[in-house]
């Protein structure tokens, strides 16, 4: 593509240099720039891009987008454009580049601070079995129909977003549900995106180290239906107290859902047993393979979004009813003498205060709840006393562990944890750093009928030490203990 064709789609400040190249790729990265490049000189938070503007030149790039130009002499045959904003200039390159592949499809995004990946993924599944051709942008993998590749981050780059879309486009997918995380917000790595809808789930306490502020995380969220436009809808959970704040300034059609509350979709909770539960969803009875009332927002969610994508209430439900939840999420397995252990990607207080209400709604009464739970380094640190709040006033026992301690001391972070438990409770808690001995604790611990929750690592399969991913999955782990082979 020439980069005349390219420079119509944005907004732009000044061009340097008189030439017409061919752009044959779009980098922000110069370590990845070819001959024929246009790179694109982004602030980051660690690093200035504008500093790798004579690296990517060494490399043939062709067109060099940035916001300012270097003081240095500009070589000869090189095209400098300056923008105002080069971040947000990278997602509409890279939809101009990709030929506007969100056009060709409904995308759908989904954001929250919890429930973001079970809702993409139950929609990618239930559009699948409606017939369509689909894809899916998750924490757990990029999907187009059913070719896999393992998610680097919940909401990738630009470039990588709009390079999947245009091959989901090329597989001929109708919809493409995503994941918008409040930092794809934030570094406006969804510019470009023209969206067909956007969900709600909820916003609790997660990623203030980022954010710094509650306010700031919410206007992050918020700033995702500020931009969706009037054709889309903006469906949003009522039962949170932020879900009406969230979509004031859309000018979307406004859509609601509750458990609760009067709205235009409703859900009821009916029955609930350890392998499933029977919802009244818009008035109709259902049986579902999922548990907890959560849950039965997610599903709620799924199904008003596949009814305002014009498809059949009846054959939604009937779909619904075959669902099954979504690896790491609220995942049970049993032992021969009836243990029952349930692996969780709860990582956030209000995640791990919902899973142990749904436990608690599953117990028949006798049996220990035993929760073996950490948190991650290199992030949010205030919610770690916090998890371990909810975790000791939901279990009978608690075991912290380590989760993904990154580059920080993973005895700290435990010691941070304790923090959150207070005196009466000490006696419930042990700290076990080492996350297999915590399980086989946790396992040989438990009697017949105790149900073991570990929260936290969900689907991932490592433990993140000093930036080494070694394995490590809580389902196998568990597995070992209960002498179940895979
Ligand atoms: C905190 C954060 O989000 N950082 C993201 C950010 O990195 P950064 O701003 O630090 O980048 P930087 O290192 O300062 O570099 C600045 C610029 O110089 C460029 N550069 C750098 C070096 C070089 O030699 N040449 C060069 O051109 C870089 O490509 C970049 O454009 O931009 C990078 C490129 O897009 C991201 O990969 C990186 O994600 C990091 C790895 C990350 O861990 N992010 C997590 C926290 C994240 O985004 N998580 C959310 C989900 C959270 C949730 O909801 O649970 C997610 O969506 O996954
Ligand atoms: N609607 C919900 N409300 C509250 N908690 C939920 C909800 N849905 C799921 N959870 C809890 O949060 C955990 C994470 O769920 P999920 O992976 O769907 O969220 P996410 O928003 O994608 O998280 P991430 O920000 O890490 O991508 C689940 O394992 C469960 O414990
Ligand atoms: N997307 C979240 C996942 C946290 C999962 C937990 N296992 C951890 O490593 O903290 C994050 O990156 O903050
Ligand atoms: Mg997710």
């Known amino acids: 593509m020439k980069l005349e064709e390219l420079l119509k789609h944005i907004d732009y400040l000044e061009v340097r240099g008189d030439a017409n190249p061919e752009v044959k790729a779009v980098e922000f990265d110069s ?5 024929g490049t246009a790179f694109v000189a982004q602030r980051g938070i660690h ?15 062709s067109v060099i987008f940035c916001e300012e130009f270097p003081v240095d002499k500009m070589p000869e045959n090189s095209v400098f454009v300056k923008v105002a904003d080069t971040i947000q200039v990278t997602g509409l390159l890279a939809s101009a580049f990709y030929g506007f592949p969100s056009r060709k499809m409904k995308v759908i995004g989904i954001t929250g601070t919890n429930g973001k990946t079970s809702i993409a993924t139950l929609l990618f599944r239930l559009f699948r079995e409606l017939g369509y051709n689909t894809g899916l942008i998750s924490t757990i993998s990029y999907r187009i129909n059913e070719t896999e590749e393992t998610a680097s981050h919940t909401t990738p780059d630009a470039l990588k977003i ?12 109708a919809y493409c549900f995503m994941e918008v995380s409040s930092h794809s917000v934030h570094q406006q790595r969804i510019a470009g995106i023209e969206f067909s809808g956007g969900v709600f789930t909820n916003i609790t306490h997660d990623h203030l180290d980022y954010h710094k502020t509650f306010a700031e995380y919410i206007r992050a969220k918020q700033r995702f239906f500020d931009q969706l436009p009037s054709e889309a809808f903006a469906l949003t959970n009522i039962d949170d107290k932020n879900g009406l704040v969230m979509v004031q300034n859309s000018e979307a059609r406004k859509i ?8 235009d979709f409703r859900c009821k909770v009916l029955e609930t047993h350890f392998n499933g539960m029977l919802l009244n969803l818009e008035g109709q009875e259902v049986w579902t393979r999922f548990v907890g009332k959560f849950n039965a927002s997610n599903l709620l ?16 439900l009937t779909h619904i009813s075959n669902l099954e939840p979504v690896k790491g999420r609220f995942e049970s397995i049993r032992s021969v003498d009836g243990k029952l252990a349930i692996v969780d990607y709860a990582h956030t207080p209000d995640a791990l205060k919902n ?7 599953i117990r028949t009464g006798k049996e220990q709840v035993i929760t073996v739970v950490g948190a991650g380094g290199d992030r949010d640190k205030t919610k770690r006393p916090e998890m371990a709040k909810e975790a000791v006033l939901g279990s009978d026992k608690v075991i912290l562990t380590s989760d993904n301690p990154r580059t920080e001391n993973p005895a700290q972070i435990i010691r941070d944890m304790e923090a959150g438990v207070e005196t009466l409770y000490k006696n ?9 001995e ?7 611990l438990a009697q017949p009928g105790d149900i073991i929750l570990i929260a936290g690592k969900g689907h991932e399969n490592y433990q993140d030490v000093n930036g080494v991913k070694h394995h490590f999955d809580d389902v196998e782990e568990i597995k070992k203990c209960f002498g179940i082979d895979d």
């Open 31 to 35: 370590r990845k720039v070819q001959p």
């Open 47 to 61: 690093v200035d891009g504008h500093r790798f503007i004579p690296a990517a030149l060494e490399s043939g790039a």
């Open 162 to 173: 709009q390079q999947l879309m245009a091959q989901m486009a090329d597989a001929g997918c």
């Open 256 to 263: 609601t859902y509750s458990n609760r509350a009067m709205a």
């Open 301 to 316: 969610a799924v199904y008003a979004v596949a009814v305002n994508l014009g498809q059949d209430a009846g054959e939604v």
């Open 355 to 361: 899973v142990l209400v749904a436990i608690s709604g």
């Open 428 to 436: 419930k808690v042990v700290s076990i750093e080492n996350r297999r």
């Open 438 to 444: 915590a399980i086989k604790t946790a396992s040989l």
